[in-house]
């Protein structure tokens, strides 16, 4: 295949979290051949089956951040930019998001 950029050479990273983190993705690159695992026939289904875990691990920290109190302190300010920036509509109450108040 072809040969892969240099992270910290081609776009010239200078930052020091970076330039470990492309070090580090580089060495799991190289040693990645040697694993046994990634050669099994079941590796496509169990990676399938990580892959999906990650996934629904993420939609579940964006839901948990997004009843946080750190989530919740904002939406004051999110109410007043959405009655700012859009203008009103019979069809949809912008400021409800929770959805259209029932009548």
């Known amino acids: 295949g072809l040969p892969l950029l240099d992270p910290v050479g081609a776009l010239q990273l200078r930052d020091p979290p ?31 089956q990580f892959a999906a875990r990650r996934g629904l691990q993420a939609q579940l920290e964006q839901l948990q951040y997004e009843l946080s109190d750190r ?13 700012v920036s859009v203008p009103a509509s019979p069809w949809v109450d912008l400021m409800a998001p929770w959805g259209p108040r029932a009548p």
């Open 18 to 48: 970076a330039v470990e983190a492309a070090a580090r993705a580089r060495s799991l690159g190289a040693a990645l051949g040697g694993f046994r695992c990634v050669h099994g026939p079941r590796f496509p289904q169990l990676y399938a």
């Open 71 to 83: 989530s919740l302190l904002l939406l004051p300010e999110y109410r007043q930019r959405l009655g």
